[in-house]
């Protein structure tokens, strides 16, 4: 075994895996650039430290289980003239996050809410931020096998650990008692300590209708919209467009 291969196991047994692997171009570059000795020591922890930056968002990502992904910059601020770039731009320094406010976008269903979702989503994840993104939907039904379970309280305290959690498509479809019941203890737990993403297609004014019961409605659009940027997203359906157009 040469004195390289040696060394690098070593960097291996350490879990410096990003040293390990480009041990030999590591060298040849400090020896190209005449590195001195503390250029060196810097270049190998700058390595290993940008790659598992870069693990880790790509881990984040898969972890947030977006259906599709969807960039901001194939967002086309053309059709979709009720939101302008700047708002979504301002919101890219992810101070809501930091602040735990929620963001609302609401609408008829093909006009970018989810796109903007899942964009702004992969753009936090991009900035170190952890997020999940779930449909309503879906996120009511494991609410509810957890409860079934009398796991509710540890479900939510794993849907505690992300940042951003990402509810699409919220008042599509009713919800019975018991869900509601379980969404209301998961935006109790989450109020001023972890954001929210809802998009949905109904104004708050119908949320009571949603919920069943005007008395859970109430307190749980309360603290969503307490500490919140609301956005009414309307035009034309960019589906439609598209197939019309086609
Ligand atoms: P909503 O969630 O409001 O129902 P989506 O975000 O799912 O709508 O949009 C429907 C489809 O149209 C998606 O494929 C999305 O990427 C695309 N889309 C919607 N609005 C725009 C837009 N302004 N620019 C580019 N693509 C868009
Ligand atoms: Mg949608």
Sequence with gaps: MSTLEHVAGQYKTLCFNAIANSLEPL???AQDNELSYLQFAQLLAD????QRDRKRIENNRKRAS????????EFDFQHQTTITKRQVNALLDFSFLDQRENLVFIGPPGVGKTHLAVSIGIKA????YKVLFT???GLIESLELAELKGELK????????FDLLILDELGYLPMNKQGMYNLFQLIHAMYEYRSLLITTNKDFTAWGEFFFDDNVAVPIVDRIIHHSHIFMLGGESY???KK???
Aim: charged letters at 30%; proline letters at 6%; a positive charge.
């Design 47 to 50: 390595h290993e430290l940008r």
């Design 125 to 128: 994840i991009d900035r170190g």
């Design 135 to 137: 449909s309503a939907l």
């Design 27 to 29: 060298l040849k570059q």
């Design 66 to 73: 977006f259906p599709v992904p969807k960039f901001l910059e």
């Design 244 to 246: 019309l157009n086609s």
């Design 154 to 161: 540890n479900k939510i305290n794993t849907l505690l650990k």
């Design 239 to 241: 589906r439609l467009r």
